[in-house]
């Protein structure tokens, strides 16, 4: 081996890059921030540095960690570990690039893949023949571009390059903080938690809201699927969940609100409530026509009159989108055990006209709702937070 390793690890933003340059350099700071945070949460030490429209965490004291740490911060779009070399010519390149990449080519099909951004004498063609030759002479079984076992990357950038061999997808998207501040009616089953999750990939700040039916087991696996998303996916933010006991209000709507809407009820209940909590806009995990309480028609009774924005992420998706995303966020064993335990009884269809609605919604609109417990997700343990809840 030529005892060469990677020495640092590459992040490339996406969406970032083609924004203004006030708006940039704005976001780039958060993602760096957000970047720092994820690496002391998984102990990875190391230097950020932002440059030429990229992010580069120097001798990383893991290099596994530091790209496991970049791949939960949102506006990152792809991780390289990669070897820096500084070099005078062409020659000197490949003949640094030559050192890097021939024990790990040897007897393999393989492929040079150069580029390259500044004034040189030489062109990426260049680079991807020379160094493909000198692979050659060095042990590598044959080039193929179309089916190569192995692809050797150069990057090079003024008299800097950059050789890698792997590229790992990051989530994409803003970084947290770019956009405000979005509470999520949070039941802990698939679909508002991949709503979460879409919110925050666009960069806002989300908070979330459960509302307690009465079903401490749902209860429970709510806060396991927010704290999850608390220690993996919201770093550069001080995420927060909001438990409301809403058991009293069930009862009053279960006996006062005729059957075919109180679904719709409860639904307008929680909006309303949360709507009082605190944030720029409100969310929910409905997608269009999964169930009757989710049809366009539904949609508007239930956030007619709230004033703030109800986002709704997964309008547009299908179930089978959801939970395949659900696996990507690593929730999906605990969101399906949500679905599993809380198996609420099909609700009928309303049918009747708006005015009908707001009739029975008028029977229990002042309701008294006790005020929310807020937990702070990330200064406590699961086993703390549940302790904590009487759970
Ligand atoms: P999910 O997979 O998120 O549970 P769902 O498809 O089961 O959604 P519903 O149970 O009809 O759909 O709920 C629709 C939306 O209402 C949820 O996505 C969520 O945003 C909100 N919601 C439902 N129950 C609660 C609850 N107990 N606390 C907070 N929000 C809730
Ligand atoms: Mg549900």
Redesign the pocket.
């Known amino acids: 081996m030529s005892g060469l390793n990677p020495n640092t690890v590459l992040v490339r933003y996406g969406e970032i890059g083609v924004k203004g340059l006030r708006t940039r350099r704005r976001m780039e700071g958060l993602l760096v921030r957000a970047l720092r945070e994820a690496m002391d949460h998984f102990g990875v030490k190391g230097d950020i540095e932002v440059s030429d429209g990229r992010v580069f965490i120097w001798d990383p004291s893991s290099i596994e960690g530091a790209v496991r740490a970049s791949t939960r911060v949102f506006g990152v779009k792809s991780v390289s570990p990669a070897y820096a070399i500084d070099f005078s010519d062409l020659e000197d390149l490949v003949r640094k690039a030559e050192e890097f990449f021939a024990d790990r080519v040897k007897g393999r099909v393989f492929r040079v893949r150069a580029r390259r951004a500044g004034v040189h004498s030489f062109t990426s063609k260049d680079v991807e023949r020379l160094l493909g030759s000198k692979l050659l002479e060095a042990g590598a079984l044959k080039v193929d571009l179309e089916n190569a076992e192995y692809t050797a990357y150069v990057e090079v950038r003024g008299s800097r390059a950059y050789l890698f061999d792997t590229i790992i997808e990051g989530p994409g998207g803003l970084p947290l903080g770019s956009e405000g501040l979005v509470l ?4 802990g ?5 991949v ?1 979460s999750w879409r919110l925050m990939r666009r960069g806002c700040t989300v908070n979330l ?3 307690d ?1 009465g079903f401490p087991e749902t209860v429970r696996v709510a806060v396991e699927v927010a704290k999850y998303i608390a220690d993996n996916w919201s770093f550069g933010h001080n995420i927060k969940l909001y438990i409301v006991n809403f058991k009293g209000v069930a009862r009053i709507v279960n006996g006062l609100v005729s059957p075919p809407y109180r679904t719709l009820v409860m ?1 307008r209940l ?1 909006l309303e409530h949360a709507e009082n909590i605190g944030a720029e806009a409100l969310a ?3 997608s269009i026509g ?2 009757a ?2 049809t366009i028609r539904s949609l508007y009774l239930i956030s007619r009159g709230i004033r703030i924005p109800v986002l709704r992420p997964l309008s547009g998706s299908d179930k089978d989108e959801i939970v395949k995303e659900s696996m990507r966020i690593g929730t999906y064993e605990l969101n399906k055990k949500q679905v599993e335990v809380c198996g ?1 009884a099909a609700t009928p269809t309303p049918r009747g006209s708006p005015d009908a609605f707001e009739r029975e919604y008028d029977k229990v609109a002042d309701v008294v709702v006790p005020d929310p417990v807020e937990v702070d997700l990330k200064s406590k343990s699961l086993d703390e937070i549940l302790r904590s809840l009487g759970l």
């Open positions: 999520v009616l949070f039941s089953g698939f679909d508002s938690t709503a809201v459960h509302y039916l639904r929680m929910t995990g409905e999964q169930v309480s989710q609420l």
